[in-house]
């Protein structure tokens, strides 16, 4: 290639690149838009994860419930007493013989009212932004399995602007030990009921993942925290004999 034909490349090529730059300036909103434009889905789904999230610390901090009426103040921390009773040297009366199922009930009403909330709010944003939303009343569901907490929203929910999304539900799984540490409180409170006391060393011998401290307060009170080595998670609770 002769010289003449080279500078006349080069002069070609930097006008070309003149003119992309001109364009990607002019064009910086669209480019922005295109790049950072959140799946809306994205934005309802925190609706349930957040809540799911803060609840399960929220209650398992306050011995299983969101109100505590029956509690001993512990750390600041109002909690639970899940086995009870004024009299002393008599074992106690477990408060909720079905702990697990309780938590779960428990968790399902905080969740249920901070999503609706969050989807409500939601939902007026995304309009604003242009998207049309369609959903039935949102019915909310929360399961404590083995190894995992689900959130569960059944809102049959239809997200349209340029194209349309559909979901018939919204699931959110968390990692969670927080089976076991409910489960493992109710044999604990069940010494409790029967025997005034329990002894937790057997429990630590034979599951070596979780940690149990038993904390003896001054007026027959006994709280315990129940914790998971794993993911680090803490079921307290508070029991008078």
């Known amino acids: 290639m002769t010289k003449r034909g080279q500078v006349t490349l080069f002069i ?12 990607l300036i002019a064009s910086r909103g669209n480019i922005k838009t295109i790049f950072s434009d959140e799946n809306p889905i994205n934005q309802i789904e925190d609706c349930l ?6 609840g399960i610390k929220l209650i398992s901090e306050q011995g299983g419930s969101i109100n505590p009426e029956n509690y001993y103040l512990f750390r600041d921390k109002k909690i639970e007493y899940l086995c009870y009773t004024e009299e002393s040297y008599r074992g106690c009366i477990m408060q909720k013989p079905f702990l697990l199922q309780s938590f779960e009930q428990e968790l399902k009403k905080y969740v249920e009212l901070q999503f609706n909330r969050c989807f409500t709010t939601a939902k007026k944003d995304l ?3 242009g998207y049309t939303i369609e959903n039935k009343e949102p019915v909310i569901d929360v399961h404590i399995d083995l190894r995992e907490i689900k959130g569960i929203a059944e809102v049959d929910l239809i997200i349209s602007r340029q194209n349309v999304q559909q979901y018939n539900e919204i699931i959110i799984k968390k990692k969670s030990s927080l089976y076991d540490l409910l489960i493992i409180s109710s044999s604990l409170l069940n010494w409790e ?6 002894e937790i060393l ?5 599951y070596p993942n979780l940690n149990i401290e038993k904390k003896k307060q001054g007026d027959d009170t006994t709280i315990y925290i129940v914790g998971s080595k794993e993911t680090g998670e803490q079921f307290m609770f508070a029991s008078k004999s």
Request: charge should be neutral; glycine fraction near 6%.
């Open 193 to 198: 009921a029967r025997y005034g006391d329990s």
């Open 12 to 23: 070609i090529l930097g006008l070309a690149l003149v003119i992309i730059i001109v364009v």
């Open 49 to 54: 994860r957040k809540p799911l999230e803060e």
């Open 127 to 129: 309009e604003n932004k």
């Open 202 to 206: 057997p429990y630590l011998l034979y």
